[in-house]
């Protein structure tokens, strides 16, 4: 008998939890829209994971490109070979919170901050559905 009580107190399914909550790490995301080229909607984007992806995206269609990079909240630094490669320095500011969470959360509130780069976007045409990627500075979007 004091077996099955102690396999009751220890069973798994006597812990539950909450639902409607869910928790994220945290983690950092940049990024950096690229406008319009020859149809596609380009943009790169960077993670504090260290991926750099260069997307572009068509009506029909969507190409993208990931490695591994330099990624910090100063730059983004990024070689795709013979794609191409990224080097921007990036000047951010803090955008103010319109409101603080209230909820029981005891984490930190998201950071929001927009800027721009100057630098090196240059991806030349690989392909004869892929448009040439040129860009030298731009607006930035930052979120931790």
Known sequence: MVATVLLIAVSPSAASGATGYSVHPGGTSLILPLGERAGFT????ATDGQRVQLSLQGDSSEV???????????????SFGSLGHI????????????????????GRNPVFKKGTYRGRVSFP??????PK????????????
């Open 64 to 78: 993208q490109y990931s490695v591994k990079g330099r990624v910090t909240n100063r730059q983004i630094k990024a």
């Open 125 to 130: 045409a690989q392909a004869v559905d892929v």
């Open 87 to 106: 080097d921007v320095r990036l000047d951010l500011v803090p955008l103010p919170i319109s409101s603080p969470q209230r909820s029981r959360c005891k």
């Open 42 to 45: 380009a943009a790169v984007s």
């Open 133 to 144: 990627v040129f860009a030298n500075h731009g607006r930035v979007y930052f979120e931790h």
